[in-house]
């Protein structure tokens, strides 16, 4: 299976209430879980003769974990059909199944428009946003699981807080040492260097590509190509200043930085707002190579 | 339990300059945010930031068209103030290193927008919110300041003193939705609700999923009152599946709008025989409803907004983004066929009622924002006039609330300066149903003492979970959608009387539904139907002071438009609708508009283009 089976973390629940023999609330709470596993039998009954009955629904299989709720602690694929509409996109399925089949059906979502980068998932075998893949360009059943090589949490969302860390280490804000004098004075920047450092700012933190990564999938550190894309946007940025430039390239340089990267072209691939990752990677070692040899 | 000097709610725009403000101004501050800041609807802004940058431009001309395009519903402390600080601020974020789009000689690019007299609405190509958003998240990871994120905050921590001006917010309860536990977050300074929109009132909106409005139904609920909620603004050209929103650029560049039989509508059907497809938003949303509602509408739905005939040159030379938007949302190929569109909801003119410092009616408590209403807005939004609030008035709030000296406010709150009660009779009851859990200052426990209030709340939340997730009950989904239907149908951009008390009368039936609302997934790890359950009180909330205040504004001002009453009408209704929760019994009132600036006062002109 392509996704990585979660890890068992251990039962550290923060909250008090599990700590102690189980309350009434537990109790409750159990009672409620074998419920609920006989309704999602009931419902997905149904749906099974629906889809016989009705030609145009897409079957989904989505991948379900719960580290704490009997019956999800084995990773297992639920299947849903839904009804087909023009124009829907995956997310738009899986909102359908959890409103109307199962509510416990978890997964990131905000924006809907391919702008908050929160919904990244493997879909049929390939990383993609899951509000920006229609479905009608898709081989059914449709599968969906989690972002590979990230720990699964819950269903598809997956813990990110790797990919953050790896992002706020290439100490990724703007830096200066001179400002214009003027009172409300902007700096000057030539349209060329806006145009050049333009697709890299369009980064959304989706983590598609970091995914991908065969690299980054062996080596825990390394930066990953959205990290090191990051780092150009400002490398390249003219008004930085050719010091800030020298302390840039020294990040990029370090043991997991630029020189990992194997040209593979996966993360360009996925990328969902056409990055040139591979390229930009590519043209940063060419900046390192060159920034060396001035102090040879 | 954590502790700060100050806690920002939220991490949009108007969070993360809150929260950049409080910190330059020495206070040690916290975000709470329920998604990570990245993930913020200001990021799908796309057109861009207005700001009087120029020599030939000026910041008063700026607060005159701000004004006009208010309808003259927009308090001019609030407009200047957003006019003279907007400039600053928008520098401040290209020193930031935010890549504007630039000139020949490397200055900021700026374009013209509707509504405004000067061409000052600075850009970042067609994603200048992305850009906004991104480069201040990047400054509060320089400052490293603390983000608890994946944090939905469920109530504010406010004594519960019968007036609430007396009453002080000490902090607000969380959910952290990965683990479930449920803490206390101290705010020795103050509180800065920056949630955002509430687009999610509504079942067809270029708003995000996360956008249900949860700060200003908190702040309801604590005695705050909610300010001119009727004021909805609705775009003409969304997507019919998702509500993605398609830019006016594509009727600004000649795009023509087509009903079911083929007819150019708004020449053929007289809604707009001078502009035609460039009326302003409101006349346009109006004229493809009426369409659909004749019968007119394709698949009874929308309309066709055809761009074919530009060529196809022209479209990727300047509307290559919404090829891609068609194509993504909506599986059509605006190079070979006309695109579907419809109204959708867009943007929240009204929320919660704040001076122009960010402060509301309770200390300690602010709101900065799209959701709070300082008011810039009144009636009706100009394009580019939201994300300057973000930066200019989320900045203020930090500010104050960090403890600087900012001088006296000329915009009251609450019930402290004129005002007048509201003399309308609603046909249906509003207000609490009563097993909804009692709301923070509703005579709950009557601590004082700030550690007593938050751990009264923290205890009350707890019981609140552990309720919702033990019982058995109905779904929150059918009783959200019900709400979102009833109000896209009869509180939208037509509005009838008979039709709004019908909506009062929906509301009241989904709020006894949800006295049964129970949550099934029964996970304390991320637990979305909790939350999603959650949301939807807020939602209930929200709709029926929107409702309220559209019944009782029997006029037709910006975006509020009503059958029975087609004229503004200044004698009467140069005022503030303000609903005020009062423990569960809602309250009607208003306060006049300040149209007093600094150096002139606005007279009400007629608002034509
Ligand atoms: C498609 C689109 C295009 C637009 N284009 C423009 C434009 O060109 N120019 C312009 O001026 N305006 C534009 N607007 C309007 C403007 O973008 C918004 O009004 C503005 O971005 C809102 O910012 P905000 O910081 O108030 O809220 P948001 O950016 O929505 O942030 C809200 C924050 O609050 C948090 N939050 C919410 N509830 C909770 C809770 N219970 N607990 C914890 N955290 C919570 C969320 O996690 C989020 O971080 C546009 C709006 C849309 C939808
Ligand atoms: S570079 Fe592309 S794939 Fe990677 S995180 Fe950014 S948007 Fe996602
Ligand atoms: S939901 Fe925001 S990127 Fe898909």
């Known amino acids: 299976m392509s996704t990585q089976t979660p890890t068992q973390t251990e039962e550290s629940s923060e909250t008090d209430a599990e700590a102690d023999a189980p309350s009434k609330g537990d109790e409750r709470r159990d009672e409620k879980r074998r419920r609920a596993a006989e309704e999602r039998a009931r419902r997905q009954a149904e749906e099974a003769e629906k889809a016989a009955a009705d030609e145009e ?130 700096q000057r920047q030539t349209r060329e260097n806006r145009e050049k450092i333009k697709m890299s700012t369009r980064c959304i933190w989706c983590s598609a590509c970091m995914s991908s990564c065969n690299i980054a999938a062996g080596d825990n550190e390394y930066l990953g190509p959205a990290a090191i894309n990051k780092a150009y946007r400002f490398a390249m940025d003219e008004r930085e200043g050719e010091d800030i430039k020298q302390k840039r390239l020294e990040i990029i340089e370090q043991e997991h930085g630029v020189w990992r990267c194997q040209t593979q072209f996966s993360c360009t691939e996925v990328c969902p707002k056409d990055i040139p990752l591979t390229e930009h990677i590519q043209e940063l070692k060419r900046e390192a190579v060159k920034n060396n040899l001035k102090f040879w | 339990m954590h502790e700060h000097d100050v806690i920002v709610v939220g991490a949009g725009g108007a969070g993360l300059r809150a929260a950049i403000a409080a910190q330059e101004a020495g206070a040690d501050v916290a975000i709470v945010s329920k998604l990570h800041p990245v993930r913020s609807h200001t990021g799908a802004a796309e057109g861009g930031i207005n700001a009087a940058l120029r020599d030939a431009d000026s910041w008063e001309d700026h607060a005159y068209d701000t004004m006009k395009g208010s309808d003259y519903l927009g308090d001019a402390p609030a407009v200047e103030a957003l006019c003279q600080e907007s400039p600053e601020e928008v520098i401040q974020l290209e020193h930031w290193g935010m890549p504007f789009s630039r000139e020949e000689d490397g200055r900021v690019s ?172 409101d006349v346009v949303s109006r004229a493809e409803l009426t369409e659909v509602n004749e019968g007119r509408g394709i698949e009874d739905e929308y309309v066709h907004l055809d761009m074919r005939h530009l060529g196809e040159e022209r479209i990727l030379d300047r509307l290559e983004n919404i090829l891609h938007l068609a194509e993504d949302f909506e599986g059509a190929d ?96 509003v207000g609490e149903t009563g097993g909804q859990g009692p709301a923070a200052a509703d005579g709950g426990a009557v601590a004082t003492d700030p550690d007593g209030v938050l751990e009264a709340e923290v205890e009350r939340a707890k019981a609140r979970v552990e309720e919702l997730l033990s019982r058995e009950g109905r779904n929150h989904a059918e009783i959200r959608s019900k709400v979102q239907e009833t109000m896209t149908a009869n509180v939208n951009v037509f509005r009838e009387e008979g039709r709004l008390e019908e909506t009062l009368g929906d509301l009241r039936e989904a709020r006894e539904a949800y006295k049964d609302v129970a949550v099934s997934d029964p996970s304390r790890t991320f637990n979305t139907d909790l939350i999603h359950t959650m949301e939807t009180r807020n939602i209930l909330d929200i709709a029926e002071a929107l409702t309220m205040g559209a019944l009782a504004r029997e006029e037709f001002r910006g975006a509020h438009w009503r059958k029975e009453h087609q004229e503004r009408k200044d004698e009467n209704w140069l005022k503030h609708t303000l609903v005020s929760w009062n423990d569960g019994e809602p309250e009607l009132w208003y306060k006049p508009t300040i149209l007093e600036g600094e150096n002139k006062t606005y007279e009400p002109k007629n608002r034509s283009y």
Not at chain 1, 61 to 70: H, N
Request: glycine share 12%; proline share 5%; charged share 25%.
């Open chain 1, 57 to 186: 629904t897409v079957e989904l299989k989505v991948f379900r974990y719960d580290p704490e709720v009997e019956g999800k602690q084995e990773p297992r694929f639920d299947t849903f059909h839904v009804p087909f509409t023009k124009g829907m996109t995956v997310l738009d399925a899986l909102m359908y199944s959890r409103d109307t089949y199962d509510s416990s059906l978890t997964f990131r979502h905000s924006c809907r428009q391919a702008v908050c980068g929160s919904d990244a998932m493997f879909v049929n075998g390939g990383q993609k946003l899951a509000c920006k893949t229609q479905i009608s360009e898709l081989e059914e059943p449709i599968r969906v699981e989690p972002l590979p090589h990230a720990e699964v949490r819950k269903d598809l969302v997956v813990d990110m807080e790797h990919f953050y860390d790896q992002m706020e280490a290439v100490e990724p804000y703007f830096q200066t040492n001179e400002y214009p004098d003027g009172e409300l004075e902007e």
């Open chain 2, 110 to 281: 700026q374009r013209p927008f509707g509504g405004l007299s000067f061409p000052r609405t600075t850009y970042a190509g067609a994603e200048t919110g992305h850009q906004m958003l991104h480069t201040m998240y990047e400054q509060v990871v320089k400052r490293g300041i603390t983000v608890y994120d994946e944090w939905h905050v469920m109530e504010l921590a406010v004594t519960d003193e019968e007036d609430p001006a007396d009453r002080t917010c000490h902090g607000v309860v969380a959910y952290d939705i990965q683990s479930g536990e449920i803490s206390g977050f101290r705010a020795d300074n103050g509180v800065i609700l920056a949630t955002g929109g509430m687009g999610q009132v509504f079942d067809h909106t270029t708003n995000a999923v996360a956008n249900t409005g949860d700060g200003v139904a908190m702040a309801y609920r604590a005695g705050v009152p909610m300010e001119d909620m009727e004021f909805i603004q609705f775009h003409p050209t969304t997507l019919p599946s998702t509500g993605v929103l398609i830019s006016e650029g594509v009727r600004g560049e000649g795009g023509i709008l087509y009903n079911e039989d083929g007819e150019r509508f708004m020449f053929e059907h007289g809604y707009a025989n001078n502009d035609g497809e460039l009326a302003s938003r």
């Open chain 2, 334 to 429: 605006g190079l070979t066929e006309p695109m579907p569109v419809k109204p959708g909801q867009h943007y929240a003119m009204g929320g919660i009622e704040t001076n122009e410092f960010g402060e509301t009616a309770i200390g300690g408590l602010y709101a900065a924002g799209e959701c709070a209403c300082a008011s810039v807005h009144g009636a009706n939004r100009l394009g580019g006039n939201a994300l300057p609030e973000l930066i200019v008035f989320g900045k203020r709030a930090g500010r104050h609330a960090a403890g600087e000296e900012m001088g006296e406010a000329e915009v009251t709150t609450g019930k402290e300066g004129d005002w007048e009660p509201a003399d309308y009779e609603f046909e249906v009851e």
